[in-house]
């Protein structure tokens, strides 16, 4: 390379003029040749290109510039001169095929007795024992060569024994500078090795020159060597074997690089070469190799970060986190048109088909005639849970599952009534899965039937249980009758039912309480009805109740309207029964209660004393005839007469002056007072309604207190009596009435 300068003129003889040349130098001049065999490997002679042109020698010219490079190959032989400075560099260099050219130079250096610049024999060996790193075409070349001079010096050292030379040492002849180790008959380098005698220490001939060392016998002579044979034979063998597997290596990235193989290389195989391997090729070809590997590499981890998704043994993933069949197809592509496969792939490819023929397996199964049972369902579903890879059937079989568990679940409830809101949620959840098969439409429209029958019943029942005219009892029992022979289960036939269990139970009681010798009282009519009241039934015995009561109270409401005097809040039977207890503390308390509650024109609303108890306990039961009530009347009459009488006695002692209070104000005796012919009591005329003005003291006068009732005339209440009769209820007034009645008539008589 000419860096930089004055151009320098260049003549050549290419390699196969090279003899040309060296016989025309010769014929000119021979005298120096003789002198000097390597003359034409110095740098001094020149001979006139146009001389050797003349002669056939091939000559070319070049003239070199700064920045231009000039290439001489091997046996080719060059001159020149500067046309003026320069600065230059030259450089050798040694490709494959050079190997054998620079043996012949070697060679041709002894038999002209030209010192080598370098030894061959250790550049092969050099090669050799770092065959690791060659290039093939080297490493085939070095190959050659190592064999050939492994032939040369075996062949050497056995004639130089045979000549009686024995072994020396081991040399290391690299390390000794090269004029040291030069043969001193042919001046080429030893490197392999040299041969000394004792009487000259300091000079080697080769293996070849053994004759010429000296005249000693070859006995005295000793034999330098770097190797052992074997060690050569050994290096031999190495550089063969690392060839080979070159050779297998490029056959592989001939494979991957056409990408016409039929079979995906395993990355182990790859490996093995990738480090030294890489090296050793073509420049376009490593760059393909490097990101064939690269990407080798990207889908390995890629594989791994799948296995470890599809191994997962987490819960959580959810579906989208689920490896997909596409994203192992996809790697399964892109692994196959790179043409490298590792073991990752061969696990995921395994995973696949298993995958796959559990898809299979689940599509078999999904298009067999009949819906299976949900255990042969649920047996596949938790299959799925051993790889977490989304298969899209999947979501499939679980509507199948769902749909087996439905028709279990129909074909169980089949033979009890379910309620119509259970049938609509069996048909509603049905329809998700009707499209899967005919058993489920099926199954569906059957489940329709049973709703609309039960909703024809429902129906009925409504209509039984609001409509009116009211349906009698037996239109009832035969409704619910006709519902059990039909199956039919329902809330509100159930209700139809219990209501005719009530009605049944109080019919009894009705029936019984007529059966009784007398009729019954009002009050236990009125609770009986009132039972009876809200049944949405047609029933004789309440509409008979109904009549009844109507007619008690209107008979009531008849007597009341005789008895009460106008503007009265007493009962009837307040009126007309006996009363006890009319003593008079008690009576001057309720003189002033009434006082209190009495708006001051009205009449008195209270009377003396309460009512006997036992005329109300002897009233309060059916079981006590109209002659018991009679006894207790009279009795209670006989107490009430008593009462009166001493309350009587006590009003006449009554002091007339401060000691004493009277009427109702409960204040002092004055003048001009009116006393009752009754109870005795005095009473101031401005204390009274009216202030007394209807008072006629020379008239029988009864104060309010003892007047309870206007005074009906004996007839009116005969008649009243008479109507009581034609009732079908016992009432205590009209038992009261009665006994007051007879004891009337008794005094009259007794009177008369
Ligand atoms: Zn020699
Ligand atoms: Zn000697
Ligand atoms: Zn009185
Ligand atoms: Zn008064």
């Not at 399964?332 to 073991?343: A, Q």
């Not at 059990?484 to 009894?508: F, G, R, Y």
């Not at 007839?715 to 205590?732: A, E």
């Amino acid at each position: 390379m000419n860096f930089r300068g004055e151009p320098k003129t260049w003549y050549g003889v290419p390699g196969d003029g090279a003899e040309k040349l060296e016989n025309c130098m010769k014929s000119y001049a021979p005298e120096l040749f003789f002198k000097t065999p390597d003359l034409l490997h110095h740098l001094v002679t020149i001979m006139n290109p146009a001389i050797l042109v003349k002669d056939g020698v091939p000559v070319v010219k070049t003239d070199q510039h700064a920045g231009e490079f000039v290439i001489t190959f091997p046996r080719a032989y060059h001159a020149g001169f500067n046309h003026g400075f320069n600065f230059a560099e030259a450089n050798n260099f040694c490709p494959a095929d050079w190997l054998p050219m620079g043996r012949c130079a070697i060679d041709h250096y002894k038999d002209v007795k030209r010192y080598s610049v370098f030894s061959h024999d250790e550049l092969i060996c050099k090669l050799a024992s770092e065959c690791q790193y060659l290039d093939p075409a080297i490493g085939d070349a070095t190959k050659f060569e190592l064999d050939y001079i492994v032939k040369q010096e075996k062949y050497g050292r056995k004639s130089a024994h045979e000549k009686g030379v024995s072994d020396g040492d081991r040399v290391c002849f690299e390390l000794m500078p090269d004029d040291e180790r030069q043969c001193d008959a042919c001046k080429t380098t030893c490197f392999l090795s040299a041969v000394s005698c004792s009487c000259k220490p300091n000079i080697l001939v080769c293996i070849n020159h053994v004759d010429q060392l000296c005249s000693c016998s070859p006995k005295n002579y000793s034999l330098w060597y770097r190797y052992t044979t074997d060690e050569m034979t050994n290096m031999l063998d190495a550089l063969r074997e690392r060839l080979e597997l070159c050779q297998k290596w490029k056959l592989l990235v001939n494979r991957l690089i056409s990408s016409d193989q039929q079979a995906l290389i395993d990355f182990n195989d790859i490996e093995k070469h990738s480090t030294s391997g890489i090296l050793c090729l073509r420049d376009d070809i490593r760059i393909k190799m490097e990101e064939k590997l690269s990407e080798a590499m990207e889908c390995r981890q890629l594989a791994k970060s799948l296995l470890k998704r599809i191994d997962s043994k987490e819960n959580e993933i959810d579906n989208e986190n689920q490896v997909s069949l596409n994203d192992i197809n996809q790697l399964k592509t892109r692994v196959k048109t790179l043409g490298i496969t590792f073991n990752e792939m061969n696990e995921i490819q395994n995973i696949l088909s298993d995958c796959l023929g559990y898809q299979d397996e689940i599509k078999n199964l999904l298009q067999s005639d009949k819906i299976q049972t949900p255990d042969v369902y649920s047996k596949y579903i938790d299959e799925n849970t051993r790889y977490r890879i989304n298969l899209p059937i999947f979501e499939r079989l679980k509507l199948f599952y769902e749909a087996s568990v439905w028709l279990e679940l129909v074909r169980k409830s089949s033979n009890r009534t379910n309620p119509p809101s259970k049938l609509r949620s069996l048909i509603q959840t049905g329809q998700n899965f009707q499209v899967l098969h005919e058993d489920i439409r099926k199954e569906i429209h059957q489940l329709q039937i049973q709703l609309q029958q039960l909703e024809v019943w429902d129906d009925k029942c409504r209509q039984l249980t609001k409509d009116e005219p009211k349906p009698s009892l037996s239109t009832l029992e035969q409704f619910v009758k006709s519902a059990d022979e039909a199956n039919i289960h329902l809330s509100s036939i159930e209700k139809i039912k219990s209501l005719i269990t009530d009605c049944q139970q109080w019919i009894e009681k009705f029936e019984q309480m007529q059966q009784g010798e007398h009729y019954p009282f009002l009050s236990s009519y009125e609770q009986l009805y009132e039972q009876a009241r809200h049944f949405h039934i047609d029933l004789d015995a309440l509409k008979f109740l109904e009549q009844t009561i109507i007619q008690a109270r209107t008979w009531l409401e008849k007597a009341q309207g005789i008895f009460r005097r106008s503007e009265s809040n007493l009962t009837l039977m307040e009126m007309i029964a006996p009363r006890v207890s009319v003593a008079p503390k008690i009576l001057s308390k309720k003189r002033q209660s009434a006082k209190r509650m009495a708006n001051n024109d009205g009449p008195i609303n209270e009377s003396i004393g309460i009512l006997d108890e036992t005329i109300g306990r002897v009233l309060s039961s059916n079981e006590n005839d109209p002659e018991n009530v009679y006894k207790v009347y009279r009795e209670a009459s006989m107490k009430e007469i008593e009462c009166l009488n001493e309350l009587r006695d006590h009003n006449k002692k009554k002091p007339k002056d401060q000691s004493s209070t009277y009427c109702i104000c409960e204040k002092p005796y004055s003048d001009s007072m009116v006393q009752c012919d009754l109870c005795n009591e005095y009473y101031h005329r401005m204390c009274l309604p009216y202030h007394g003005t209807d008072v006629n003291t020379s008239n029988w006068w009864i104060c309010d207190f003892c007047t309870r009732s206007r005074r009906p005339r004996l007839q009116d209440i005969v008649k009243l009596l008479g109507s009581l009769q034609k009732l079908t209820v016992r009432l205590p007034e009209g038992e009261i009435l009665q006994c007051l009645t007879e004891r009337a008539i008794t005094w009259q008589e007794k009177a008369e």
